[in-house]
């Protein structure tokens, strides 16, 4: 497989269930992003890990817990939700340098998920 | 904080005809990148074209190019010779030169491409 792949395309949950969405990489960047995307509103970046560490979290509530075993792996794992959760949730990477100046990021195609 | 302003929600082409989507920005820095990504309905995003705020030249793609306009901070999006294949959600983005990579999204404009 080539570029940026997400697992489950699709996923529906209840609220109390525990769910992970899974993002893998094959361009061989050193950094991996999730995004979140509702209807009518801008990409909202969620978490930011370069060189495996996490370097940005937007005020994520903890409902959401991210995981970046390694490069090319970053996970997103869910717990007791809320049905404004529901959205499209984007991967994305790119190859930052040590000075953190990068360049393009590359998405996947995205986990649609609905917490009902 | 950049933001990044896309006024236009929806456009609407005949096919082979050119559209422009504009796209403004707010900013105090002097370096930063600035794109357009696509995400058509298989939800792919994909990146149509970049620019470097250093660059005075405007970036072409192909059918596609930008007119950059650093100091009103506007980057429109011009698709020439319209496809079927370009219908699709278009976001303009912003990031900075340095530090680690957070870009800023606008909301998009749906692009509609009439046979």
């Known amino acids: 497989e080539t570029g940026v792949t997400q697992t489950p395309r699709h996923l529906v949950m209840g609220m109390t269930n525990k769910k992970s969405l899974k993002c893998e990489q094959h361009l061989g960047h050193n950094a991996m992003y999730w995004y979140k995307q509702s209807a009518k509103k801008p990409l909202e970046l969620m978490f930011v890990y370069n060189f495996k560490e996490q370097t940005e979290n937007n005020s994520v509530p903890s409902r959401f817990s991210p995981e970046c075993p390694n490069s090319s792996h970053l996970f997103l794992h869910l717990h007791t939700l809320q049905p404004e959760d529901s959205a499209l949730y984007l991967c994305a990477s790119s190859q930052e340098d040590s000075g953190g100046v990068g360049d393009t990021q590359y998405f996947g195609p995205g986990t649609r998920l609905t917490v009902l | ?115």
């Open chain 2, 1 to 115: 904080a950049q933001t990044v302003t896309q006024s236009q929600p929806e456009m609407s082409v005949q096919e082979a005809e050119t559209v422009t989507l504009s796209c403004t920005y707010d900013t105090s820095e002097s370096d930063y990148y600035l794109f357009w990504y696509k995400q058509p309905p298989s939800r792919q995003m994909i990146l149509v074209i970049r620019q470097e705020a250093y660059k005075q030249q405007n970036a072409t793609e192909n059918r596609f190019s930008v007119n950059f306009q650093k100091a009103a901070k506007s980057f429109s999006l011009k698709i020439s010779d319209s496809q079927l294949g370009d219908a699709a959600m278009y976001f303009c983005a912003y990031r900075t030169s340095g530090g680690y990579q957070k870009v800023t999204f606008g909301t998009g404009t749906k692009l509609q491409v009439i046979p």
